[in-house]
């Protein structure tokens, strides 16, 4: 059975070092949150906020109470410092030496187990923290109207307007109905916090603690009472010179009563605006008022710069509540602890965002300049305990960005004592978010901990086993980087397979650290000397080197479609290179991307590496269990890297597709490769139920060399099954009718042209019927913008194809629709013509 982990935090190193002697010479108790049973074998884990390394020992639970639990240390043989985390037996490269590392320490670094890069967690905050809410939808609106309403009570009260003298006999009633209103209204919330907000706008009092962000007092109460009490709630600030004051809802009942006394008193005013707060907070922690936090005027902080107001606030507030806590009686030790970390967590909350956690962060050393019965290590440990455990290493992200700008000053000016001072506090920090990464095991750390490895924060041998991998990972990609040249003779000269998979893993290895980098000149080098030497090499040694690119395919394309066009450029060449991976990448993109420009991008790289692209159309279009819209992808692009009539089979098997944009990408590919039986294909769509499709078909006849009369007469019945006593039912259907006409007076030759003659004769004179004339159809006093169409593709085919009779019947024509009579003209000229060419 496997050892209980049990982690003990010290406020300080020599409080460690007490309870650590302690246990040499005998059992100790500790207060665990479930106890153990007894002979439980335990890891005892030891850590304080100024110390290098924590205290490690093995123990044995030896007995345990309700509340306790005691336990021993195993074979104790003094004190033990040691460090948690697994060593390592890997060296490092000889940066010193001229050449690139060994090959000896590259076959140690890649002999490590092969790890994926740690998914970065989903951020679940804003790109910049919201400082309020001024719009509540209905939900955020009716949960916390009644908060604003109670505060419009408080007001009362504190002001003595509604609210009973306190030597009345209802007072303790009216107390007890406020302080019970408060317990019901604030839910779950375990603190409300008021703060004055001034701008150049207005002066507003906003709550915080309710709700996600913070909202003004004036959203949430009606238009009387924001008339009548905000005011009169903004003098009362104004008088006390009151910044923020915070409500915790534990308070005892008794204490709520006095809070509202103390801060209705009006014996506080006659001690001026400038006592105002020091009488109140006095009067505060003579009553052990814990559960109220008061900051004043003569409480605020000197800052070094300007703060967002809202993380100003806070630090004012910490301050305050860590100078107090010692004046407040009756309180043990560990009482006092416990309200440190409370607090804290309270004044963090609302803060909400990882920027703001990070600007409290870095600023914390001004408040150790006022608590000064406090370490500041023991300040900053407490706060980076409070922090959410999934906003650690976005919040140290921006505790990066501090210590780089903090870095950059001390080059300038290294002997700055400020800069230095704080410089010393964020390595803490950041030394601190360490040690609860580890020890907590939270997600998305690995890269900040090689962050703090490069900064010299944390050493190799206290990281864990991920955070090595990527510092070894970025060693070998530099050695690379500036030797490359070396690593593609050292593959290019391997003796055997070992020697060549040795640095197939190092390449594979350090491929996403140039692209995380954003290195594409290093990833084309590396990539082109990968291409030419695998000049004469095996197959099998082409599927190793396809390795070293094709796991990180996701990467690239990200890195493509995230990128600018001059550096496109460069991803281009690298690619080309890759060969068909590089084409799978593009293929990826061209299948996933909504951006238009992209996509025709894309098509145009894909059709300059048409031996790599045609492979990849083969292989997608031969996989029927690929979505539509990828086939669709393929499709396109076959028509751009293919001339070969033999891959218009690859199209036929989506010409019966359920979606009718496949059908009319594959119809594309039929017309662009012209196989032998592109005809049938292409007259089969002409009655394709969708009108893109079947318009498209009718196009295509004007691009095909139309030879089989059946395909004529198929066309041709298509034309006169159109019911021309129904038009306006049959436009859409007038208009394709109209098309192949037009087409087909493009293909047909005149020498077969008599039946296709009379057919449209026949069809383009209306039925007679009920005596009317020939024309009729043609007399009616309008016609549809079909119609017009029908006749004028009409009178070009019959030029083409007439004799007598079409003559007469354009004549007639000519004579209904002076409008058409150009174009008749012209149609006969050309029947005439064709007569005499024929005669002679």
């Not at 913070?214 to 005011?231: D, E, I, M, N, Q």
């Not at 370490?375 to 780089?404: G, K, Q």
């Not at 001072?421 to 095991?441: D, F, P, Q, S």
């Not at 629709?817 to 024929?838: C, F, H, R, W, Y």
Request: charged share 30%; with cysteine.
């Amino acid at each position: 059975m496997k050892p209980h982990l049990i982690i003990v935090k010290f406020v300080a190193a020599d409080r460690l070092e007490a309870f650590h002697d302690q246990l040499q010479t005998g059992p100790r108790d500790l207060a665990l949150k479930r106890p153990l049973p007894e002979d439980t074998k335990i890891v005892l884990f030891l850590t304080a906020p100024d110390m290098e390394a924590p205290v490690v020992e093995n123990a044995v639970v030896t007995q345990h109470t309700e509340d306790d639990t005691r336990i021993a240390l195993v074979n104790a043989s003094g004190k033990q410092i040691i460090s948690a985390l697994p060593e390592t037996s890997v060296g490092t490269p000889n940066s010193s030496a001229p050449g690139p590392a060994s090959f000896e320490w590259i076959q140690e670094v890649v002999s490590e187990k092969e790890r994926e890069a740690e998914p970065q967690p989903v951020a679940g905050f804003s790109d910049k923290p919201v400082e309020e809410n001024k719009t509540p939808d209905p939900d955020e609106r009716e949960r916390i109207r009644p908060v604003g309403e109670w505060i419009m009570k408080l007001a009362k009260a504190i002001l003595r307007t509604g609210y009973y003298d306190a030597s009345h006999p209802g007072a303790a009633e009216a107390g007890k109905g406020l302080y019970q209103e408060f317990q019901q209204v604030m839910g779950d919330c375990p603190e409300l916090l008021l703060t004055i907000e001034e701008t150049r706008q207005q002066t507003d009092i906003v709550i915080s603690g309710i709700l996600d962000a913070p909202v003004s007092v004036r959203t949430l109460v009606g238009k009387g009472s924001a008339a009548l009490y905000v005011p009169k709630l903004f003098e009362y600030f104004e008088k006390k010179k009151l910044l923020s004051i915070a409500i915790k809802k534990n308070i005892s009942a008794d204490h709520f009563r006095a809070f509202v006394r103390i801060m209705s008193d009006p014996k506080v005013d006659q001690s001026g605006a400038r006592e105002a707060g020091r009488v109140l907070t006095a009067a505060l922690v003579e009553q052990n008022i814990t559960e109220v936090s008061a900051v004043f005027d003569n409480d605020q902080l000197d800052f070094e710069k300007n703060l967002p107001w809202r993380v100003a606030i806070a630090m004012q507030r910490l301050a305050k509540d860590l100078m107090l806590l010692p004046m407040f009686s009756g309180i043990s030790e560990e009482k006092a602890q416990k309200l440190k970390e409370q607090s804290i967590r309270d004044i963090l909350r609302p803060l909400r965002h990882p920027k703001r956690f990070n600007d409290f962060l870095v600023n914390c050393y001004i408040i150790a300049d006022y608590v000064t019965h406090m370490e500041p290590s023991e300040i900053e440990n407490i706060l980076v305990d409070a922090l959410p455990a999934n906003l650690l290493p976005a919040t140290a992200a921006y505790t990066f960005e501090e210590l780089d700008w903090l870095n950059e000053k001390i080059a300038a000016d290294p002997g700055n004592q400020r800069i230095l001072h704080r410089l010393e506090g964020i390595r803490r920090i950041l030394k601190c978010m360490a040690g609860r990464v580890v020890t907590e095991n939270i997600s998305g750390a690995q890269a900040f901990l090689a962050y703090l490895y490069e900064n010299e924060i944390v050493s190799f041998e206290h990281l864990p086993e991920d955070a090595r991998y990527i510092i070894n990972s970025r060693r070998m990609a530099e050695d690379v980087r500036l030797h490359a040249d070396a690593y593609i003779e050292g593959f290019a000269s391997a003796a055997d397979n070992d020697t060549a998979m040795v640095y197939i893993r190092c390449f594979r290895r350090v491929v996403p650290v140039f692209m995380e980098n954003r290195q594409w000149e290093v990833l084309e080098s590396l990539s082109r000397g990968l291409l030419e030497s695998r000049e004469g090499i095996t197959a099998r040694d082409q599927e190793i080197f396809d390795q070293v690119f094709s796991p990180h395919l996701d990467r690239l394309c990200r890195a493509y479609e995230n990128a600018d066009d001059p550096e496109r450029d460069r991803l281009d060449d690298v690619l080309a290179r890759l060969g068909y991976p590089g084409i799978r990448v593009l293929g990826k993109i061209l299948s996933e991307t909504s951006d238009r420009k992209l996509r025709a991008r894309v098509v145009d790289r894909l059709a300059a590496l048409a031996e790599g692209a045609r492979k990849w159309v083969t292989d997608v279009l031969s996989d029927l269990n690929r979505p539509w819209y990828i086939h669709r992808n393929a499709l396109m692009i076959l028509r751009q890297v293919s001339t070969d009539a033999e891959d218009a089979r690859l199209a036929e098997a989506f010409l019966n597709h359920e979606h009718p944009r496949l059908r009319l990408e594959a119809l594309g590919a039929i017309v662009a490769l012209k196989p032998p039986n592109a005809e049938r294909h292409v007259t089969e769509l002409l009655s394709d139920p969708d009108s893109r499709v079947n318009w498209r078909a009718t196009k295509a006849i004007t691009e095909l060399p139309v030879k089989n009369p059946d395909t004529v007469d198929q066309i041709l019945d298509l034309i006169t099954d159109v019911p021309l006593d129904h038009l306006k039912e049959a436009s859409p259907r007038l208009k394709q009718a109209a098309a192949l006409m037009t087409a087909l007076s493009t293909l047909i030759d005149i020498s077969a042209s008599t039946r296709l003659e009379s057919q449209i004769l026949e069809w383009i004179q209306p039925m007679s019927t009920g005596g009317k004339k020939r024309l009729s159809l043609l007399k009616r006093n309008s016609q549809t913008q079909a119609e017009i169409h029908v006749l004028k593709a009409a009178i070009g085919l019959l030029g083409k194809v007439g004799g007598d009779f079409s003559v007469s019947f354009l004549k007639d024509l000519a004579r209904a629709n002076p409008d058409l009579a150009g174009q008749v003209d012209q149609a006969i000229d050309s029947i005439e013509k064709a007569k005499k060419d024929t005669a002679s």
